[in-house]
């Protein structure tokens, strides 16, 4: 796979958004979620047979996963912004994934 600008946006914004989730440890589900993000991603990008084959499958996988963090952050996140805090964080956490969603979007598979 030759790497284009959105696979490196892609590739960028979603481990800022894991680095930023896996700092708020030692809350363990923020950990999880960071490593979710990583495990998606590597499964959109790793030379894995099983995955490139459900590439498409792999994409709104991708897509589900970063929304509903999204709308979990609206329902139940700290809309305090402090800079410097965890709360702040979140807003932080929140526009790398939707830079995510973007360059996912411009590379949406066809069909």
């Known amino acids: 796979m030759n790497l284009t600008g959105k696979h490196y946006g892609i590739i960028l914004s979603n481990i800022a958004t894991a680095i930023l989730h896996i700092t708020l440890l030692p ?24 995955f490139q084959e459900k590439h498409k499958l792999v994409w709104w ?17 700290s809309k305090t912004f402090v800079a410097g805090t965890s709360s702040a964080i979140g807003y932080y956490a929140k526009a790398a994934e ?10 949406k598979p066809k069909s």
């Open 61 to 77: 996988a991708m897509v589900g996963y970063t929304v509903l963090t999204i709308v979990l952050w609206v329902i139940m996140g």
């Open 27 to 50: 809350d363990i589900m923020f950990a999880l979620n960071g490593a979710g993000y990583l495990g998606l991603l590597g499964a959109y990008f790793l030379p894995i047979p099983f």
């Open 98 to 107: 939707i830079l995510l969603l973007v360059f996912l979007w411009s590379d």
